[in-house]
């Protein structure tokens, strides 16, 4: 097959990283955080601090640079982790997809951008749904390559309906732009002849995504080894853990491994893989810090400043993961201890972001945290404060898997309550950059703690403060607990480690 320069390559997504313990998904989350087509796709790709993934930019950027491309833009849709996404709109949103994609006529490839761990009121695989409806518009001629975040649940169907999965190796996920620029290439490779072969195997491990990091740790092992067995044979190998609180019978740590035309070497590769993984699962276990323990630790170093600032990460209540960024357990327990110099970020609270804009700077009133919400996680808690400092939230990220990205917190506004200043946001986003913080004047540098709504992102963003040694993860509840034992599940393929701690598994026959 001759190459193809300047190849037509349709781009779309959806990007839902659903718990399935959390509120719904609807149209108006996706409208707020980005769904966009046609020609106001392709501007936003075209930005110099575009909204779309960094995949895409990445994708983009390297098929510009190793021959151009003509851009098909069809459809992109994503909000921030949340409950299943709204049957209607999903069902809306692929009706937008086959009438765009249909309509451009023949392409020469297609590259879908996906989180990869989406669920539906009334579909368990949108994402396998999404990519059927795609493979079944081009044929099975048509290149079809794809991009997934490593917490994403693969099943048979997306890996049978493309040519190429690519997820990410790095957690937090400052990769994004890299394996969009690794997808564009191997699909260079396939318009110019190259046939893949897949091999695919789910091992019955749920990991929680506390244990998931990639600097060191069990599922850094996996990763590191997968990669240093890409070769002549191998295009690419993905390890895609899962995400373990969408309840899906799709769950569990899935390995792909994509060769050149070899079968045997994909089978070889995807089976030692597999084998790897489910000896090392007594090591995904999840070492959390009480919320009395972790308030004597503030304590001490709010009393001392030869001790080190401490971060304490409030991953039960994670946005990263669907949680809602509002539990108040940390706040209520850190202000009652009179603790100074900490802030909290970020808040979602658009009925208080609301109250501070309308007060204005140097208000002083009672703050009443959730006064709008019913949910049981997001109990209420009040307190007297000041507005410090508004904004309307607009910013670019500077660090992480954020840098270079435009970043929306809505109405914003830094309002002190005690010692703790809290960031409080009208749109739900996860606290992945110092930025959100800085934008209202925080000076992260000089303080003696931080609570983040984040599970493990803000990592690669705060490390120029803080160092590995210096956060607390904090058991707290939240939808977004690692404690696996505390979430009702109801979907998820039985037996699956660790919810059955003594079930015994082989991958033999399984590839």
């Not at 297609?110 to 669920?119: L, P, R």
């Not at 204005?360 to 507005?387: C, I, K, Q, Y």
Request: proline share 6%.
């Amino acid at each position: 097959m001759p190459a193809i320069d300047r190849p037509r390559v349709a781009i779309l997504g959806f990007s839902l990283e659903s718990n399935g313990f959390s509120p719904i998904a609807t149209k108006a989350a996706f409208v707020e955080s980005y769904y966009l087509t046609g020609e106001a796709l392709a501007a936003d790709i075209a930005r110099a601090a575009p909204r779309v993934m960094a995949t895409v930019s990445g994708f983009v950027a390297e098929m510009e640079r190793t021959g151009g491309l003509e851009l098909v833009p069809i459809a992109v849709a994503r909000t921030s982790p949340s409950g299943p996404a709204d049957q209607a709109f999903f069902d809306e949103f692929m009706g937008e997809v086959k009438t765009r994609l249909e309509a451009a006529g023949p392409v020469d490839a297609v590259y879908i951008s996906e989180h990869g761990a989406a669920s539906a009121t009334g579909d368990h695989d949108p994402d396998g749904t999404l990519f059927r409806l795609v493979r079944g518009i081009v044929g099975a001629n048509v290149p079809v390559v794809a991009t997934l975040d490593l917490h994403a649940n693969v099943s048979e169907e997306m890996v049978a309906a493309t040519d190429l999965l690519v997820a990410y190796v790095t957690n937090p996920h400052v990769d994004q732009f890299e394996r969009g620029v690794e997808t564009a290439r191997a699909l260079r490779e396939i318009l110019g002849g190259v046939r893949t072969a897949r091999s695919f195997v789910r091992v019955p491990l749920l990991p929680p995504s506390v244990t998931l990091l990639t600097a060191a740790g069990p599922y850094a092992d996996l990763i590191s080894y997968g990669q240093s067995r890409i070769d002549a044979r191998i295009i690419n190998v993905s390890i895609c853990a899962g995400f373990f609180l969408t309840d899906s019978p799709k769950a569990g740590m899935a390995i792909v491994v994509t060769a050149r035309g070899d079968q045997s070497a994909a089978d070889a590769l995807a089976h030692d893989l597999a084998m790897r993984a489910w000896a090392d699962r007594h090591r995904y276990v999840p070492r959390l810090t009480g919320i009395d323990e972790a308030t004597r630790r503030m304590v001490s170093v709010a009393a001392d400043p030869s001790l080190p600032a401490l971060a304490f990460a409030d991953v039960a209540d994670n946005p990263g993961g669907g949680g809602r960024s509002n539990t108040t357990w940390l706040l209520e327990a850190f202000h009652a201890a009179g603790v100074t110099g900490v802030a909290l970020g970020v808040f979602n609270d658009p009925a208080l972001a609301r109250e501070a804009h309308e007060k204005g700077v140097g208000a002083r009133f009672l703050v009443r945290f959730n006064r709008d919400e019913t949910h049981e996680m997001s109990r209420p808690f009040a307190a007297e404060g000041e507005v410090i400092a508004l904004s309307d939230g607009k910013c670019v990220g500077r660090r992480g898997s954020a840098v270079g990205r435009a970043l929306d917190m809505g109405a914003a506004a830094r309002i002190r309550v005690g010692g703790i200043d809290v960031v409080v946001c009208s749109i739900r986003i996860q606290c992945t950059d110092p930025i959100l913080l800085e934008s209202l004047g925080i000076d992260i540098a000089g303080l003696r703690g931080l609570i983040v709504k984040s599970r493990g992102h803000f990592r690669a963003g705060f490390d120029e403060f803080f160092k590995g040694e210096q956060i607390v993860e904090v058991d707290a509840p939240g939808l977004t607990t690692p404690i696996l034992s505390r979430l009702p599940y109801r979907n998820v393929s039985r037996p699956i480690y660790p919810l059955d701690p003594d079930m015994t598994w082989s991958p033999s026959g399984q590839v």
